[in-house]
């Protein structure tokens, strides 16, 4: 999967309390070597211009563990699931947290 070097660009300007605009965005965006269009620069500036990102994230943190299926009743493989979702979980917190962390 293809990551978008303009979303990533907006996340981190957002994180360091700086102004997501079409400029600071093609500036991230040259300064990661990609190749920049202005264009959809612009258009990503204004299409994050009224985003809550603290609020957006936190939706992001708590849908993957309402996503998660419930546990099997039934014998050891009922235990064997539950620990495998537990160490998931804690990976998923985990990396939450470490985004959380990039946002103050």
Known sequence: ????????????????????????IVAVVKASGAEVDEARAQVIADAVK??????????A????AAAAPAPAQGGGEAKEEKKE????????????????????
């Open 61 to 64: 943190a708590v849908a993957p």
């Open 85 to 104: 979702e537990a160490k998931e979980e804690k990976k998923e917190e985990e990396a939450a947290a470490g985004l959380a962390s990039l946002f103050g």
């Open 50 to 59: 009224d985003v809550d990102f603290e609020e957006l994230l936190k939706e």
């Open 1 to 24: 999967m293809k990551v978008d070097p303009y979303l990533h660009a907006v996340l981190l300007l957002h994180g360091a309390g700086k102004e997501v605009s079409k400029d600071a």
